[in-house]
């Protein structure tokens, strides 16, 4: 139960130190990849002595770990970008309701019964993030970026779905610490080839406070991840369960951060759709536990 906690902090910890990126001028893909280092060196560190399970590496491992890479990479760009324009709060429930998605995926591959509960809880999923997703006003240059949550909504389900996939069948003895620390890795090196390939072009300059956020922000990173697949084995609960009350909770918490901490408003659609939101994941939640 203390990993679950302490994932649902690092979790929300995410959204805060993405909000604060503009007020100090940080660059928010250089911190990405520095932070991709970052979330790297903490699982090699800390669970170096099960190293022994590089000789159990097969090329499925390896393939998953790039998948996870990439899903990594390009959702926490979105997610950095979508803080700052569409605020904490709506940033953090298109996330973390993108769970539909993934107890969809689960209950396809796991061969479960769909209950009429499951039912109305997805339809009320779906309901809460459009409705929490309108932005209340209109947003730089006259575009809309309600596109952001659409993109993360679908991709953090797939990636949810995907590491637990991964902690179930396809670790093979593996530490998930390490096989966390890979894809980690993994993502670091694609960042840090773009990089290069903008310092080449000239479009960017190595900011060191860019570089220092994105140490601060792969530690929180790391363990949201880490913590999660170790969840999915302490706690007790089934898979979904302990899905649907992780991003419940951080959906609370997010949602009392961004608005006592950053001041943000919810008006009167968001806050419906927060209600409806609240409402899914509780639906789904005793859908699970029945």
Not at 165 to 170: A, N, V
Request: some cysteine; proline content about 1%.
């Amino acid at each position: 139960m203390i990993e679950f906690i302490f994932c649902i902090i690092c979790s929300s910890l995410i959204f805060v130190l993405f909000k604060l990126f503009p007020k100090y001028k940080i660059d928010t893909f250089q911190a990405i990849v520095a932070n991709y280092f970052t979330a790297a060196s903490c699982g090699l560190i800390l669970f170096s002595s099960n190293l022994v399970g590089v000789s159990q590496f097969e090329g499925n491992i390896i393939f998953y770990a790039l998948l996870c890479a990439l899903l990594f990479i390009s959702l926490f760009l979105i997610m950095g970008l979508s803080s700052q324009r569409n605020g904490v709060a709506s940033t953090s429930v298109a996330v973390k309701m993108s769970m539909a998605i993934s107890m969809m995926a689960m209950i396809w591959h796991n061969n479960e019964s769909i209950t009429a509960l499951k039912i109305i809880g997805i339809i009320t999923a779906f309901i809460g993030v459009i409705l929490i997703s309108l932005p209340n006003t209109k947003v730089k240059n006259g575009q809309s970026a309600i596109w952001m949550l659409l993109i993360l909504f679908i991709g953090s389900g797939l990636l949810d779905f995907l590491l637990n996939l991964i902690q179930k069948s396809e670790l093979n003895g593996l530490h998930p610490g390490l096989f966390s620390a890979m894809g980690f890795l993994f993502a670091g090196i694609i960042g840090i080839s773009l990089i290069g390939i903008q310092l080449i072009r000239k479009k960017t300059k190595i900011k060191l406070r860019s570089i220092l956020a994105g140490i601060i922000l792969g530690i929180p990173n790391y363990f949201s991840i880490y913590l999660l697949l170790a969840a999915y084995k302490s706690t007790g609960w089934s898979d979904s369960t302990v899905l649907a009350v992780m991003n419940v909770a951080v959906v609370i918490l997010s949602t009392f951060i961004g608005l006592l901490i950053f001041s943000e408003r919810l008006n009167l659609k968001k806050s419906i759709g927060l209600c409806f939101s609240i409402l899914a994941i509780i639906i789904l939640y005793f859908s699970n536990a029945s």
